[in-house]
T-cell receptor, first 116, second 109 residues
Framework: DTGVSQDPRHKITKRGQNVTFRCDPI?????LYWYRQTLGQGPEFLTY????????KSRLLSDRFSAERPKGSFSTLEIQRTEQGDSAMYLC??????????????FGPGTRLTVL | TQLLEQSPQFLSIQEGENLTVYCNSS?????LQWYRQEPGEGPVLLVT?????EVKKLKRLTFQFGDARKDSSLHITAAQTGDTGLYLC?????????FGKGTRLHILP
């Protein structure tokens, strides 16, 4: 078990370009989450999947954002027509929802996006 | 309105001192996690507490979940420079994890 991995670790792009990030969760985990974190703030929820189903999307997730988890394993987060306000750390987390209801999330190292 | 309030926001103390940081809410949580995050990295899980009144110890760190499962505290004994970081609490409620804004801790040598 190598933990949650994210790729790339850093991305610099020009405004208007599209970017895609990848997250590989811990292999036996059925839930996968995407968060955005800006300086001085805690992570803000964007969306999450249970297996391949996208169960919830935050109002923070505008139409320019789309996330997929096609086979219930890795996930991608795409941002189209990036804006400077999209600059942030994008965090992925995975968990295994237990019958007891506990849902402890394990985070990846994040992808730092800078939009110029 | 922030559902989980963490206090203080910033804390700078000398190595060797003791400290307590707090995570408070008016809502009940099924469980609560504490994470530590270093600059440029993702949060790293420290502990999960589930039962009201539960106390867990991790070396010099003591975590307590409030009896009513609405609040939690993290106490560090004899702080070390390696304890420096952002401490985040996160609560599970209605099948959703909610994060506080964190306490930024700086331990001075």
């Amino acid at each position: 078990d190598t933990g949650v991995s994210q790729d790339p670790r850093h991305k610099i792009t020009k405004r208007g370009q599209n970017v895609t990030f990848r997250c590989d969760p811990i292999s036996e985990h059925n839930r996968l989450y995407w968060y955005r974190q800006t300086l001085g703030q805690g992570p803000e929820f964007l969306t999450y999947f249970q297996n391949e189903a996208q169960l919830e999307k935050s109002r923070l997730l505008s139409d320019r954002f789309s996330a997929e988890r096609p086979k219930g394993s890795f996930s991608t987060l795409e941002i189209q027509r990036t804006e400077q306000g999209d600059s942030a750390m994008y965090l992925c987390a995975s968990s295994f929802l237990r019958a007891s209801g506990t849902d402890t999330q394990y985070f990846g190292p994040g992808t730092r996006l800078t939009v110029l | 309105t922030q559902l989980l309030e963490q206090s203080p926001q910033f804390l700078s103390i000398q190595e060797g001192e003791n400290l307590t940081v707090y995570c408070n809410s008016s809502s009940v949580f099924s469980s609560l996690q504490w994470y530590r995050q270093e600059p440029g990295e993702g949060p790293v899980l420290l502990v999960t507490v589930v039962t009201g009144g539960e106390v867990k110890k991790l070396k010099r760190l003591t975590f307590q979940f409030g009896d009513a499962r609405k609040d939690s505290s993290l106490h560090i004994t004899a702080a070390q420079t390696g304890d420096t970081g952002l401490y985040l609490c996160a609560g599970l409620r209605d099948d959703k994890i909610i994060f506080g804004k964190g306490t930024r801790l700086h331990i001075l040598p």
